[in-house]
């Protein structure tokens, strides 16, 4: 099993332009979750899931937006990058909503310009 | 004030050492979680416990539900421990994790 996959592992932006991240797992996880991790900060919650077709915002979601069309799969969508969004993110999953440990992947190291 | 406190914020010893790494809580919870980031990034769960204490290796966690205190306690510190050490609260009304800011940990040869 590979676990959860991120891509990609590092990206540069220039302000104003739009990314997606991408996020696997093949774990048949219902729960999933996106992070980002700022120096001296501890994980921040941006959009989680509790299966296919449900969303929900976290802590900041401003700026970001995600889908869930199936279980293995949650994308981060970055609409108009800004310096701001110049962070750490990680991918996670889980079997319920916290109830479990959670699995990471590796995260992406994006930097905006 | 955040509801998951994490203290020490660095922690350097020397190979050896016992270590503690507390985290306290305000809120109420189910359970916690320790984690440990590798240098190169990746986060690994090491424990989740609601009561009690649980151990595993030379890593021992321990929680105290009525003061709302956690701490992670290595034996017989190694270099390969240095790590950043972190703590979520799951939050009992919501189930979300609320998480620590982490413990910078380096373990001198």
């Known amino acids: 099993n590979a676990g959860v996959t991120q891509t990609p592992k590092f990206q540069v932006l220039k302000t104003g332009q739009s990314m997606t991240l991408q996020c696997a797992q093949d774990m048949n996880h219902e729960y999933m979750s996106w992070y980002r991790q700022d120096p001296g900060m501890g994980l921040r919650l941006i959009h989680y899931?509790?299966?296919?077709?449900?969303?929900d915002q976290g802590e900041v979601p401003n700026g970001y937006n995600v889908s869930r069309s199936t279980t293995e799969d949650f994308p981060l969508r970055l609409l108009s990058a800004a310096p701001s969004q110049t962070s750490v993110y990680f991918c996670?999953?889980?079997?319920?909503?916290?109830?479990?440990?959670?699995?990471f992947g590796d995260g992406t190291r994006l930097s905006i310009l | 004030k955040n509801e998951v406190e994490q203290s020490p914020q660095n922690l350097t010893a020397q190979e050896g050492e016992f270590i503690t790494i507390n985290c306290s809580y305000s809120?109420?919870?189910?359970?916690l979680h320790w984690l440990q980031q590798h240098p190169g990034g990746g986060i690994v769960s090491l424990f989740m416990l609601s009561s009690g204490k649980k151990k595993h290796g030379r890593l021992i966690a321990t929680i105290n539900i009525q003061e709302k205190h956690s701490s992670l306690h290595i034996t017989a510190s190694h270099p390969r421990d240095s790590a950043v050490y972190i703590c979520?609260?799951?939050?009992?009304?919501?189930?979300?994790?609320?998480w620590g800011a982490g413990t910078k940990l380096i373990i001198k040869p």
């Open positions: 996670a999953s889980s079997l319920m909503t916290g109830r479990q440990p959670q699995h």
């Open positions: 979520a609260a799951r939050r009992d009304s919501n189930y979300q994790l609320i």
């Open positions: 899931s509790v299966g296919a077709g449900i969303t």
């Open positions: 809120v109420g919870i189910s359970a």
